[in-house]
C-alpha cells in the first residue's frame, strides 16, 4: 500500500525553524519528483517547493531563501528545512509527487507559527 506519513511540525515562534520529513512507502518515491504543498485553513492547497528525482530544486517566491527541500531516494524519505518561520507560513503541510499526486494524501502535519 502506497502511503505518506509526515511529522515534525509544531508550534514555534516568528523566526524559528522547523525540519519536516515525510516517509514515503513504495517503489514510486525515486521514479518521481516530489513536493511539499501547504493548505491553511479556509485555503487551497498550494505548492510550496520540489525536489526533482536527480535533486535539482523550485520553491514558490513566498519561501524562497527561508524554506530548503531535499530528498533521500534510499530511504524514501522527504525532507524540508524551514527557517525565519512567519505567521503566514501557518498551515498544514503534505507531500506528494509532482507534477500530479500519486499518493493518497496523508494526514500531514500542522506547523503554527505564532508568538
Known amino acids: 500500500q502506497v502511503q505518506t506519513v509526515e511529522s515534525g511540525g509544531g508550534l514555534v515562534q516568528p523566526g524559528g525553524s522547523l525540519r519536516l520529513s515525510c516517509a514515503a512507502s513504495g517503489s514510486i518515491f525515486s521514479i518521481y519528483a516530489m513536493g511539499w504543498y501547504r493548505q491553511a485553513p479556509g485555503k487551497q492547497r498550494d505548492l510550496v517547493a520540489r525536489v526533482a528525482s536527480g535533486g535539482s530544486t523550485n520553491y514558490a517566491d513566498s519561501v524562497k531563501g527561508r524554506f530548503t527541500i531535499s530528498r533521500d531516494n534510499a530511504n524514501n524519505t522527504l525532507y524540508l528545512q524551514m527557517n525565519s518561520l512567519k505567521p503566514e507560513d501557518t498551515a498544514v503541510y503534505y507531500c506528494?509527487?509532482?507534477?500530479?499526486?500519486?499518493?493518497?494524501w496523508g494526514q500531514g502535519t500542522q506547523v503554527t507559527v505564532s508568538s
Open positions: 506528494n509527487t509532482y507534477p500530479g499526486v500519486r499518493y493518497p
